[in-house]
């Protein structure tokens, strides 16, 4: 279903998310990670491109980095779906024609998303071109998909997710999504986290990691993470 221009997200003083609704919550954080999905899939084209015809051992490389974003972005949708296209649903009824709209713009990135997992194997175990084009198909498939699905989704969804979801609630997808980082991740994925960032993530680390965590992150995780993209985009 393609958006269409329906109310802003929430007219009906009575659902709870009116023009005239309280915040609740901050919903920031849902445009943080997307800028990541954003960043990490544009640039997955370019990066499978660049992999000389039958160097397994970059397309290893490369082919891990995209199943890491592969990964997360299995895991930020099986979060929205379990966790809160209900609850919006319940609290916020005349949001529930977006909420649609949302799962069937998940159900094609899932398409894509399962296109991209089964490709990554082969292509990684033999860099050859050949096995190349199933994964730069798939990709093309979730960039489009992500085109049109996240700024519907930031439009239409998180204003009235401002209003009707708890913090606690938030904090929930939130950990929902951490936990499926890949073991050994956690600096890759922190590190491309904040370069997506418009000011390349200082402020998302002073709201977002607590102090411990970014000392770790400045005496060992930022030169793992830049090592580990020197790799990648040799």
Known sequence: MPATALPSSGD?????????????????????????????????????????????????????????????????HEGEDTMLW?????????????????????????????ELDAALPAWRASGRATDAASVATALAGINAALAVHLPDEETHIVPVMETVITPREIDALSEHGRKATPKGKMFVQLGTILAAQPDGGDDWQHEHLPAPVRLLWRLVGRSRYERYRAALVK
């Open 12 to 76: 009906n003083p009575d659902d709870g998310a009116g023009a005239g609704a309280v915040k609740i919550c901050d919903g920031r954080g849902m445009v943080e990670i997307h800028r990541m999905f954003r960043a990490g899939f544009g640039e997955a084209p370019a990066l499978v491109g660049g992999v000389p015809d039958s160097d397994a051992e970059q397309a290893d490389l490369v082919g891990d980095y995209l199943a890491m974003l592969s990964t997360g972005l299995h895991a930020h």
């Open 86 to 114: 209900g609850r919006l649903e319940s609290r916020a009824p005349s949001c529930a024609a977006h909420v649609t709209r949302m799962k069937e713009q998940h159900a094609l990135m899932l398409v894509h998303l399962n």
